[in-house]
């Protein structure tokens, strides 16, 4: 099945400091990429759908200021959470389509983000 | 209403029973399910997908749609201990458009 590689696993932070999240698809080219978070014991929320070489669109309630979407090539989308605090920890994962079966959806293995 | 309806569970079934989940969404024109599972700190991993009425079999894994009733259902056969884990049913209104999640239901195997 396609692969979807997310970096870092894990990452602790100070209040106020930036943290980049890095979700790229090995082998597929992924036009559309989907960034979920999940606090505990929770489903996933989609927060942004990330189109290559355009604008991120945004769920309602997601601040797109604080939570900076790039998507720059078919193979790379990064998420940035921007002057994090201890309300934005949290399990952030990323997804992306497979262009062989447009259908399925795979997952990174996600980021589990703490800010002390 | 919640657009994807999942029991929360705990879920407690004997090791070699049958585990079955049930699902409802909201939005009757929706036209793809899957299903899920989620082991604690990991990612999801899909496990089936269903676009038509009746039930789709992979192994010891059995996904029933019924579109009129707008529900979806996992059925696990011969539950193993190792399918100790959150299930969760997500819906897509059209191709290419977003998944929708239930909150999951959380399925313990007993040995």
């Known amino acids: 099945g396609a692969v979807v590689s997310q970096h870092p696993s894990w990452v602790i932070c100070k209040s106020g400091t930036s943290v980049k999240i890095e979700c790229r698809s090995l082998?597929?080219?992924?036009?559309?990429m989907f960034w979920y978070r999940q606090f505990p014991k929770q489903s996933l929320m989609l927060m942004a759908t990330?189109?290559?070489?355009?604008?991120?669109?945004?769920e309602q309630g997601v601040e797109k200021d604080k939570f900076l979407i790039n998507h720059a090539s078919l193979t790379l989308s990064t998420l940035t959470v921007t002057s994090a605090h201890p309300e934005d920890s949290s399990f952030y994962i990323c997804?992306?389509?497979?262009?062989?079966?447009?259908?399925?959806?795979?997952f990174g293995s996600g980021t589990q983000l703490s800010v002390l | 209403q919640k657009e994807v309806e999942q029991n929360s569970g705990p879920l407690s079934v004997p090791e070699g029973a049958i585990a079955s989940l049930n699902c409802t969404y909201s939005?009757?024109?929706?036209?793809?399910f899957f299903w899920y599972r989620q082991y604690s700190g990991k990612s999801p991993e899909l496990i089936m997908s269903?676009?038509?009425?009746g039930d789709k079999e992979d192994g010891r894994f059995t996904a029933q749609l019924n579109k009129a009733s707008q529900y979806v259902s996992l059925l696990i056969r011969d539950s193993q201990p190792s399918d100790s884990a959150t299930y969760l049913c997500?819906?897509?209104?059209?191709?290419?458009?977003?998944?929708?999640f239930g909150g999951g239901t959380r399925v313990l195997v007993k040995p």
């Open positions: 082998d597929f080219q992924a036009t559309t």
């Open positions: 990330s189109n290559e070489g355009s604008k991120a669109t945004y």
């Open positions: 269903i676009y038509s009425n």
């Open positions: 939005d009757r024109v929706s036209q793809s």
């Open positions: 997804s992306a389509r497979s262009g062989r079966d447009n259908e399925k959806l795979f």
């Open positions: 997500a819906v897509r209104r059209a191709a290419g458009n977003k998944l929708t």
